[in-house]
């Protein structure tokens, strides 16, 4: 059964191991999950998906957790 319904997510992870184990569990709350390796591709998935609930690694190449979450309060 999925708790969160239609709940879409965004999890952003540098390290393949961490994205595949969250990824897994998340599915068994809801079936609506995309999945970025860094900041930059994170950003270009928000844009075009516009996710509920974004779960972000704070230290990662290219652009930062920190960063992204800034760039997306721009955004929304």
């Given at each position: 059964?999925?708790?969160?319904?239609?709940?879409?997510?965004?999890?952003?992870?540098?390290?393949?191991?961490?994205?595949?184990?969250?990824?897994?569990?998340?599915?068994?709350?809801?079936?609506?999950?995309?999945?970025?390796?860094?900041?930059?591709?994170?950003?270009?998935?928000?844009?075009?998906?516009?996710?509920?609930?974004?779960?972000t690694?704070?230290?990662?190449?290219?652009?930062?957790?920190?960063?992204?979450?800034?760039?997306?309060?721009?955004?929304?």
């Amino acid at each position: 059964m999925s708790y969160l319904g239609q709940t879409s997510i965004l999890l952003v992870d540098d390290e393949s191991e961490i994205r595949l184990y969250l990824t897994r569990l998340l599915q068994k709350y809801t079936s609506d999950i995309s999945v970025a390796k860094d900041g930059i591709e994170a950003l270009e998935i928000y844009k075009s998906t516009k996710p509920d609930i974004v779960i972000t690694d704070i230290r990662m190449p290219n652009k930062d957790g920190i960063e992204l979450l800034k760039d997306i309060k721009d955004i929304d």
